[in-house]
């Protein structure tokens, strides 16, 4: 899969149709900041799915489109386009080429389109499942992103890493095997509870029947009787049921009454709180006023504030200047009479130095003399002792050369026994190692057989994955668009429901008709008898249109039951056909043609009853393909197919037809077919769902057959006996060689030793004539050297005498160097004094200035600060009175609202009155109703066939009442007895076997759906721990390239028990260092460990493409370099879009997309291909 193109119009900065074009390469995107880099970025989020917001960096979803700037107006559209080449098939799709589309109107309207088809949010996610392409995966990564994989924020390792393991769908089915398994466990408690209440009530029903027989015999009487009793109660029924009749309707106008003075008191309260509300927003301008006068009065005060304080510190400066240039003054005589001092003191000085330096001088020249003899003397001693020194280095290198041969005989034999122990251990290690190479080949030789074994049964099952992957991405094909009809079909029908529910296009009359209750219920509606096929629909309700919302009527009575209802209630009017009469006049059949056109009856269905009436509104109509018919239509109706025109026989109408024409016309018919259509269509759609899961379960099974795991060990295997077998004969060559080097040199220590021996006689000889020498030389240096020191004695004494005197010299030197120091200080002390008086003096007048300045300046502030205390009272006063104004206000509100409350009060209290009344008739209805049902259910009796009956005696309703309280007593003192308890009891134990059944069934069902859930589970672990140790062995190699190979780096399962949920430790320890945690990191080194384990993932499962946005910003121009550079290697499988400020950066990428706003407000791109210019 890769990224073609990207499409922008409107949204955010972008108000032009904007296109990038992305290539197999590197593409950057550069421009200064806020040119609308970023909103590229936010562009591919939004069009792939993206639903939180600020994800987006927005307020809201208005503030994606385009806004305007000072010479465009605002854009009511954003939309996005991002086209795929679905190059390695990975989308599931039969399409080469794939577009994804979202828009968002402004008007709150938004769409998602695949293709240019519309399509859910859903579709878009399922298409690019376990592709690496989502709003949280690793293909858009921003530099937050990349701290939230440092801080693992909201599990974004692990996350991560579930995607590169494309366990996606695993975490799906685990999720709805849980939910049907929760459903399960409550179907089941549901079933224990029934069973626990059918097994009682199957021990009762055993009881009963016994009880049946004995039953019906008291039965019999007790019946009699009691219809009897019914005849003499029903008496005084009526006239109680017209006098709480009339006292209802009485207080029901006066309800009616209250609800119009509530509404009435509503409408006008409504009026005032509008009116409120304008009072309230000007108060709170004013207050905002009066906030901002005091804010500004604030400002001045602090103005005066800093004024005085700088008035005080200038006033104190003048005095402190002043102060200083009169002390100035009388240090600056004290310093003149002082240098006056020294420089007398100087003169007197210099005459007493001259008199000691001759006598220095000829206290040198003796010192010169002794020093020449102790010169000469020293010469003669260093040539005696270099003389002796030589000798006596001779003699110890003699020695030395004696010892050192000595030393090399003793190692050179020790060398030659050594080399003889090699030789014969080397000899054992090689016939060791030869057999040791043998077996390890033999190893070798079953292990490529059962190799070669593994390969054959991998390539047949990949075979086999691949053909049934093919069927699976068909019938995901043919899945979406069956689920694209079956929503189509439900929309239609939830929208035709809800206008049949809401009676929507008909009149308020006939609405109120079809939902009173005091009218006939069922009574249809003309549009809802006549079903037209779809192709004449629109033709038909353009004749039909003005008798649609006719209720046909059996009678005249049931009509005028209507119209009296309409007329009380003040409902307006409706219209009737009347079926009887229609009945008795219209004709059977229409003998009549029209050539060239369709009788409408041919293309309406109709129920038998209904068939007159559609005779008398559609018996001289015919519908015409073209207008050729018009001409003789022989006066009849003719209609065109579209609906475009209606013929009559001496008028026309037509024109455009409307886009919900068609949609009033036999909706009822119309939804029970939609009902039809869509369980039709469900079904379908189950089917297809069903093939999926089965060929997918195929998959899994064929994939868990791959023993890839095992075909990699044994190719690790067969690596490693190849390397083994390799090592050992390396080590045989070795031993070899070493074996021959070890005889040459075992000669060659012979030879060593025997030259050794030769040389090592003449060299003693030399040491010992040595020796004499050195005795001789010794007694010579002897002699000279007592001679040096007596000479060095007295050159000693000389040069004491000679320095206690110069040192007195030097110290008359320095005492006058001292006072002409002294000398300078003071001069140098006076022209600063004089210089410090003089910036004073300045100083001084500038000040004075300055303070002249911040006094007038003060004054000012103080006359502007009068003024807006002024004018704070008036707004004050203003404010107050707009204060009392506004609480007035909500005061008469608020008694406003209280006469409401009261108007509502007595308005309860007649509902109240009217639901008492109500009770009673109910409670006489109930009376009736309970007399009635009784009669039928106990002794299936209607009461209605026995009003019109005579009593059969003359017995009084307390004497009947007692015989039936007392029939009645015996029936209960048998108990209660359920005259059907056999039949029952036989349809409650078929009823308790079956739901025993369905017991089984779930319990059957919970057991499967458990061991789904932990295959599932099995498989999305195993998945995961191998993702997860592939990951980790990449980051640690990728680690190493992005910092050195001494560099310590690992992945660590927090929790390794649970490995569905755990979380995942990142350890890095670059450089030496050993952080506690990564944010102990530098900004760039946790920019890099991020970026090493982003690629360690790349490298398991690429994603198509990948956007870094400003993720180089952290790193130096080093890292930067790394980082390129592995960029460049990944690009090769997949393609990277790199936001960037850095050049570096920019010069490593293959297209560069410049976004520029030359134009304020609107960004633009320019393009710059680097290859074209290499």
């Known amino acids: 899969m890769r990224l073609k193109t990207l499409e922008i119009k409107g949204f955010k900065s972008f108000a032009d149709k904007t296109v990038i074009n992305f290539d197999d390469s590197v593409t950057g995107i550069v421009g200064p900041n806020g040119c609308g880099k970023s909103n590229i970025v936010d562009s591919i989020r939004w069009v792939i799915g993206e639903q939180k917001i600020s994800h987006l960096r927005s307020e809201n979803l208005d503030s994606l489109v385009f806004n ?117 466990e409550q179907d089941l408690a549901r079933i224990e509870d029934l069973l626990f209440e059918i097994n009682n009530q199957l021990k009762s029903l055993e009881s009963q029947a016994k009880k049946a027989e004995k039953y019906h015999e008291i039965k019999k009487e007790y019946r009699e009787v009691s219809i009897e009793l019914a005849k003499a109660s029903l008496e005084g029924f009526n006239l109680s049921y017209s006098d709480l009749t009339e006292q209802q309707q009485k207080e029901t106008d006066r309800k009616h009454q209250l609800e119009a003075s509530i509404a009435t008191s509503e409408a006008e309260l409504e009026g005032e709180r509008v009116r409120f509300l304008e009072t309230e927003k000007a108060l709170q301008q004013l207050q905002h006023e009066f906030n901002e006068l005091q804010q500004t009065l604030r400002g001045k005060e602090n103005d005066k504030n800093l004024a005085v304080q700088r008035i005080e510190y200038l006033s104190e400066k003048l005095n402190g200047l002043q102060q200083f240039l009169d002390r100035a003054a009388g240090q600056q005589k004290g310093m003149l009479e002082s240098i006056a001092f020294t420089e007398k003191q100087i003169g ?31 010469k003669e001693v260093d040539r005696i002792r270099q003389s002796f020194q030589q000798t006596q280095r001779d003699q110890f290198d003699a020695e030395k050369k004696v010892a050192v041969a000595d030393t ?58 691949l053909q049934t992957q093919s069927i699976l991405e068909q019938l995901r094909s043919e899945l979406a668009e069956e689920s694209r009809k079956l929503d189509a079909k439900k929309n239609e029908h939830d929208l035709l429901k809800s206008m049949i529910d809401s009676m929507e296009g008909y009149p308020e009359s006939v609405k109120f008709l079809h939902n009173n209750p005091e009218w006939k219920l069922g009574i249809p509606i003309l549009s809802d008898v006549i079903y037209v096929n779809e192709e004449y629909r629109q033709a038909l309700e353009n004749v039909l249109e003005p008798f649609l919302s006719y209720y046909v009527v059996d009678n005249l009575s049931e009509g005028l039951a209507a119209v009296h209802l309409l007329d009380k209630q003040k409902k307006g009017k409706a219209n009737f056909f009347l079926l009887d009469q229609i009945n008795a006049s219209a004709e059977n059949t229409v003998t009549h043609s029209l050539s060239g056109a369709i009788s409408a009856l041919n293309v309406i269905e109709v129920e038998e009853r209904y068939k007159k009436l559609a005779i008398h509104l ?51 018919k119309n939804l029970e077919k939609l009902e039809a259509i869509v369980q039709t269509q469900e079904k379908v759609v189950e089917d297809l769902r069903a093939a999926i899961q089965s060929r997918h379960n195929e998959v899994i099974a064929f994939n868990e057959d791959l023993r890839e795991n095992t075909l990699r060990q044994r190719e690790t295997e067969i690596q490693q006996l190849t390397n ?31 030259q050794t021996n030769a040389s090592v006689a003449t060299v003693r000889t030399l040491f010992q004539q040595l020796n004499e020498q050195l005795q001789s030389s010794q007694l010579a240096l002897q002699k000279a050297e007592e001679e040096y020191r007596n000479f060095e004695a007295a050159q000693a004494e000389a040069t004491r005498i000679y320095n206690e005197f110069n040192l007195t010299v030097s110290r008359q030197q320095s005492k006058i160097q001292s006072l002409r120091q002294e000398l300078d200080f003071k001069n140098t002390q006076l022209s600063d004094l004089s210089a410090q008086m003089l910036d004073s ?204 190979e001494d560099d310590q780096c690992d992945l660590v399962l927090e929790d390794p028990t649970n490995i569905a949920e755990s979380g995942i430790d990142v350890v890095a320890k670059p450089k030496g260092k050993r952080p506690t945690s990564l944010t102990q990191l530098s900004g760039g080194e946790r920019t890099l460990t991020a970026t090493a384990l982003l690629f360690a993932i790349y490298l398991i499962k690429p994603a198509p493409f990948c956007i870094l946005d400003e993720v180089d910003a952290p790193l130096d121009d080093a890292n930067v370099g790394k980082f390129t550079n592995m960029i460049r290697q990944f690009s090769e499988n997949s393609q990277f879009i790199i936001v960037t400020h850095n050049k570096t950066t920019m010069s490593t990428v293959d297209v560069i997309y410049g976004v520029t706003m030359q134009e304020p407000g609107v960004s633009k791109l320019v393009t710059v291909d680097f290859r074209s210019l290499q």
């Open 408 to 465: 090399s005989v003793a190692n050179l034999q020790r060398a030659l026994q050594q080399q003889i122990t090699e030789q014969e251990q080397r000899t054992q290690q090689i016939a060791s190692l030869n057999e040791e190479r043998e077996n390890k080949e033999k190893e070798l030789a079953i292990k490529k057989t059962d190799l070669e074994q593994l390969q054959q049964h991998q390539e047949k099952t990949k075979e086999q994955i």
């Open 348 to 378: 007197e000085e210099e005459k007493v130095i001259q008199g000691l330096e001759l006598d220095l001088q000829k206290l040198s020249q003796s010192v010169q003399e002794k020093s020449l003899n102790l010169e000469n003397s020293r």
């Open 841 to 1044: 003096e300045k100083q001084l007048k500038e000040a004075a200035d300055s303070l002249s300045q911040s006094t007038e300046s003060l004054q000012l502030i103080e006359q502007g600060l009068h003024e807006l205390l002024t004018r704070k009272e008036e707004e004050e006063k203003r404010l107050n009175v707009a204060d009392q104004a506004y609480y007035n206000f909500r005061n008469e509100l608020a008694e406003k609202e209280s006469a409401i409350r009261h108007l509502s009060k007595d308005k309860e209290q007649v509902e109240f009155l009217l639901a008492a009344l109500k009770d009673k008739l109910n409670e006489l209805k109930l009376q009736l109703a309970g007399m009635k049902e009784r009669m039928s259910v106990e002794f299936r009796i209607d009461l209605e066939e026995i009003l019109g009956e005579g009593r059969t005696s003359d017995t009084a309703t307390e004497e009947l009442q007692a015989s039936v309280d007392r029939m009645k007593k015996r029936l209960e003192n048998l108990g209660e007895v359920n005259p059907t308890a056999i039949e029952a009891f036989t349809e409650m134990k078929k009823r308790y076997d079956f739901i025993v059944e369905q017991k089984t069934d779930l319990v059957s069902a919970k057991d499967s759906l458990l061991k789904t859930i932990e295959e599932v589970e099995a498989t999305a672990n195993q998945k995961f721990l191998d993702t997860f140790e592939q990951v980790r062995n990449h980051f640690k190699n990728v680690f190493k390239t992005l910092f050195t």
């Open 724 to 754: 083994a077998v390799f090592a050992l004969q390396n080590k045989v060559e070795n031993l070899q060689a070493a074996q021959d080097t070890g005889v040459q040199r075992q000669s060659e220590l012979n030879t060593q030793i025997e």
């Open 618 to 668: 559609l018996g001289n109509v015919f519908v015409a393909e073209n207008e050729d018919v018009l001409e003789n239509s022989n006066g009849f109706v003719v209609i065109e197919k579209q609906g475009r025109y209606v013929k009559g026989k001496y008028s026309l109408s037509g024109g455009s037809v409307g886009l919900f024409e068609g949609n009033k016309i036999g909706r009822v």
């Open 68 to 184: 305007g700037s000072k010479t465009r107006s605002a854009s009511g559209l954003a939309e996005v386009s991002l086209t795929f080449e679905n190059t390695r098939n990975l989308l599931p799709t039969e399409f080469n080429t794939v577009t994804i589309t979202r828009k968002f109107y402004k008007s709150g309207e938004s769409e998602y389109r695949l293709n240019d088809v519309q399509c859910r949010l859903k579709d878009i996610q399922n298409l690019f499942m376990d592709t690496g392409v989502s709003t949280d995966s690793y293909a858009i990564i921003a530099l937050d992103m990349v701290d939230d994989l440092i801080k693992d924020k909201d599990n974004s390792r692990r996350k991560m890493l579930e995607q590169a393991a494309g366990i996606s769908i695993y975490k799906t089915r685990k999720k709805e095997a849980k939910s049907k398994l929760e459903a399960t």
